[in-house]
């Protein structure tokens, strides 16, 4: 099974932009699809991001759509989250999650019930 280790979060002000890294140990990266979520204080755990197991395949929340990127270097083991033109409501404690799964259904990847592996969380704080 695979280990994941969020980091990149911190404060940051409207309009600006944080880079999220997630690095996988333990298993053989490349087979995994990956997916960002975040909960914010009080809300439940929402989908933000997620990528294929070889990346050829991504999708968004509409919330972040044409804001946000995620990417995935498997040389590194690592997947990213670029955020840009962030807002307020973009705070939040941000999850990353693995599946060893070559599905690319967004049924599958959108869905948080649907990753057995998980990292702590990196918080991300936007202020106005």
């Known amino acids: 099974q695979v280990q994941l280790v969020e980091s990149g979060g911190g404060l940051v002000q409207a309009g600006g932009s944080l880079r999220l890294s997630c690095a996988a140990s333990?298993?053989?990266?490349?087979?995994?699809?990956v997916g960002w979520f975040r909960q914010a204080p009080g809300k439940e755990r929402e989908f933000t991001a997620a990528?294929?197991?070889?990346?050829?395949?991504?999708y968004y929340a509409d919330s972040v759509k044409g804001r946000f990127t995620i990417s995935r270097d498997d040389a590194k083991n690592t997947v990213y989250l670029q955020m840009n033109r962030l807002k307020p409501e973009d705070t939040a404690v941000y999850y990353c999650a693995a599946r060893r799964s070559f599905s690319t259904a967004a049924s599958v990847l959108m869905r948080p019930n649907e990753y057995p592996f998980w990292g702590q969380g990196t918080r991300v704080t936007v202020s106005s």
């Open positions: 333990g298993d053989t990266f490349s087979t995994y699809a």
């Open positions: 990528i294929s197991w070889s990346g050829g395949i991504t």
